[in-house]
């Protein structure tokens, strides 16, 4: 049994100390070799070693030891025909040598295959068990209800709609001092690293600029106005930040100065969106046979690197409420696109400080147990692999604060990778990244990626009922460049959900309901979930595949255009809400450490459902009770001396060896990347 985790475990068996966690708290900031190659070739105006005053803290102080284990790891397969794990833990990228050194489906025996075991490890040998799940708000939401009421909150007297149309973004920004058009404030303040992206200059034009009317935010100007350095992308969503889910994104890219100028210095536009450009096509693996050496004008002598982002490269990520009935063309509802309401529950923010090429790190040699390098009050972490993630979420009142270093550690769980040697910083990271980063590697190619993130084009339904779909996209579903199908076709016949908690939401199974059904010529009526009996769940959960897939085949996740069906895609506005009133009891309690996905009653994928001959143990040798929420699982414990000590035990039931066609869902090499040009799946 292995683990992304076990290196740590193995290390301390062998006896070799990277970094003594616990006196760390005050260490000085040692800023490395390559800051003035970094300031040059930003144009940072900030001199050689300029320190962003961040100390070390060992994640074993936190309440939540393994909050950059995200929640949705601890989910339960439903004997395998769930697999939401592919889409992180994914060799894919890493045998592609494209920005990515952690594979984690059994390329690297240290890691193993995380599709196919809970090898969870500890820190250290001595540190709490990483198998319990400690995520209590996912697991019991009725306890944060009576956290909220003793906090004298009535959820029912909220007013939802008011509140996810309020502006708190706009205040926020007011904060940041210094000049918005630098990547750090350069003085210490809590909005410091607050990104400098004007709300008020939002939405980008039709090509994808952030332009605004001020100079003072604008670096070069062309007949449409100031040209921000912004960028908008507009990327595939699935299982995580759509509006199923309850969050929905907005994404921007800045690169420096140079990448905007010409040979002379001059700013030119052209220059720049040819250099955004390039830089697409080599994080998307798209430069070709004959590959551009540099990046172009002032740029050229920065080197086109597949797979990796130059440095001084930001991103702007304002993670937004739901608001079904915004989608960009009713004012009265908000200026943003795609269901995206004014009211943001985070701002987040990345800046590639650090030269990183995964390539010089080999798989399984990262050291989980070292420091969080960061700074609590001005809300930033260094993710250990070349770049500062800076975050802001609601406090609460609803206004945005700076992360703590604990909160932000769940974003290094997602945004990092594998580095190994002195100094020593907290890293992790999953298999889907490149260059520690989600969305480009997802952006549609081309021109129809380059604007505001739209989430599939959605137009909303002015007279839909609040218990209905409320809109319908625009768009289809595009082709993954390596399946020869649709991202989200695939996602449904491998999940059999909406999210990568495996969650069906009742307005998803409303509208199964009514397609799949034996007089419409399927095999069978949808099958409702049994929970009290195990060989009733697993049995509906493998017909819930099969006929899923059957309906996938006839093209009926598509409407007769080809776009997707709505009602799979954006909930009813009286679901939105209710989540939306959910999400903030977390805002209230300040519980984000807890777990920020509230569902209205437990995920079946979270209680016990397994058979006698496939089941396990409490830690403490505890039987588990049909039906019972899963807080923990058992862990090897026979012998001390040997590395996977203390590391899971439990295998998912995902099975390696069963065909796709058979109902397996096991995929070693999921790739995120699209077809190019872009290809949409047709209805048969």
Request: proline fraction near 8%.
């Amino acid at each position: 049994m292995r683990s992304t985790l076990l290196w740590s475990a193995m290390a301390a068996a062998m006896g070799v100390v990277f970094v003594a966690t616990g006196g760390l708290a005050n260490a000085p900031f040692r800023a490395p070799d390559n800051v003035q190659a970094n300031a040059q070739a930003s144009e940072n105006p900030h001199p050689p070693g300029y320190a962003m005053g961040g100390t070390n803290v060992s994640p074993l102080v936190f309440e939540n030891v393994y909050s950059h284990i995200p929640a949705q790891c601890y989910i339960e397969t439903s004997r395998g025909t769930q697999n939401a794990c592919q889409f992180c833990h994914t060799n894919g990228l890493h045998m592609l040598k494209l920005g990515n050194n952690t594979p984690q489906a059994g390329f690297e025996p240290r890691v193993g295959d995380l599709q196919l075991e809970y090898a969870f490890a500890p820190l250290l040998p001595s540190a709490p068990s990483a198998n319990v799940n400690r995520w209590e708000n996912v697991l019991f939401p009725e306890k944060l209800r009576e956290k909220v009421r003793a906090a004298g909150h009535d959820p029912a007297a909220w007013d939802m709609q008011a509140w996810v149309r309020e502006d708190n973004w706009s205040p926020a920004f007011a904060q940041r001092p210094g000049d918005v058009r630098e990547w750090d404030a350069g003085q210490p303040h809590p909005f410091r690293m607050f990104p400098g992206l004007a709300p008020a200059d939002l939405p980008a034009d039709e090509d994808g600029f952030v332009r605004s009317d001020s100079a003072e935010r604008g670096l070069m100007r062309d007949e449409k106005g100031w040209i921000t350095g912004w960028r908008a992308v507009n990327f595939m969503p699935y299982g995580i930040f759509t509006p199923m889910t309850g969050s929905v994104s907005g994404i921007y890219i800045r690169l420096p100065r140079i990448f905007m100028q010409n040979a002379e210095g001059q700013f030119d536009p052209a220059i720049y969106a040819a250099n955004l450009d390039l830089l697409e096509r080599a994080i998307q693996d798209r430069l070709g046979d004959d590959p551009p050496a540099h990046y172009l004008g002032k740029a050229g002598g920065v080197a086109v690197e597949r797979g990796l982002y130059p440095l001084g490269t930001e991103f702007a990520h304002p993670l937004h409420y739901v608001d079904v009935e915004a989608d960009g063309t009713r004012p009265e509802t908000g200026r943003f696109p795609g269901t995206r309401a004014q009211r943001v529950k985070e701002v987040r923010y990345m800046y590639k400080w650090s030269r990183y090429d995964p390539r010089q790190f080999p798989p399984g040699s990262k050291e989980e147990s070292a420091p969080i390098h960061g700074h609590d009050e001005h809300g930033w972490v260094d993710n250990g692999a070349g770049w500062y993630l800076a975050g802001f979420i609601e406090d609460e009142k609803g206004a945005l604060r700076p992360q703590r270093r604990e909160e932000l550690a769940q974003c290094i769980g997602c945004h990092s990778g594998t580095v190994a040697g002195e100094p020593a910083s907290f890293v992790s990271g999953t298999g889907n990244t490149i260059d520690s980063t989600w969305s480009m590697a997802r952006k549609y190619p081309g021109a129809a990626g380059w604007k505001e993130m739209d989430y599939l084009g959605y137009r909303a339904d002015p007279a839909a009922a609040i218990d209905a779909t409320p809109g319908r996209a625009a768009q289809g579903d595009p082709l993954n460049r390596f399946l020869g199908k649709g991202e989200f076709r695939y996602f449904l016949e491998t999940v059999v959900g909406a999210s990568l908690y495996g969650d069906m939401p009742r307005a998803i199974e409303a509208h199964l309901s009514r397609e799949i059904r034996r007089d419409q010529g399927y095999a069978e009526d949808w099958p409702a979930l049994d929970a009290s009996h195990v060989e009733a769940f697993q049995n509906a959960q493998s017909r819930r595949q099969s006929l899923l897939r059957a309906m996938t085949a006839r093209g009926r996740h598509l409407e007769s255009d080809g776009t997707i069906v709505g009602a799979l895609f954006y909930p009813p506005r009286a679901d939105a809400l209710a989540g939306a009133a959910r999400y903030r009891q977390v805002v209230v309690t300040q519980s984000y450490n807890k777990g920020k996905d509230v569902f209205e009653q437990t995920p079946v994928t979270f209680r016990y459902l397994r058979a006698a001959d496939e089941g396990f143990l409490h830690q403490d040798g505890r039987p588990y009770a049909v039906g019972e929420v899963i807080v923990d699982r058992s862990e090897h414990m026979d012998d001390p001396t040997d590395f996977v000590y203390r590391a899971g035990d439990v295998l998912t039931l995902i099975d390696p060896d069963k065909p796709f066609e058979s109902g397996g869902t096991y995929n070693a090499d999921y790739t995120p990347l699209l077809a190019e040009p872009l290809v949409f799946e047709k209805r048969p």
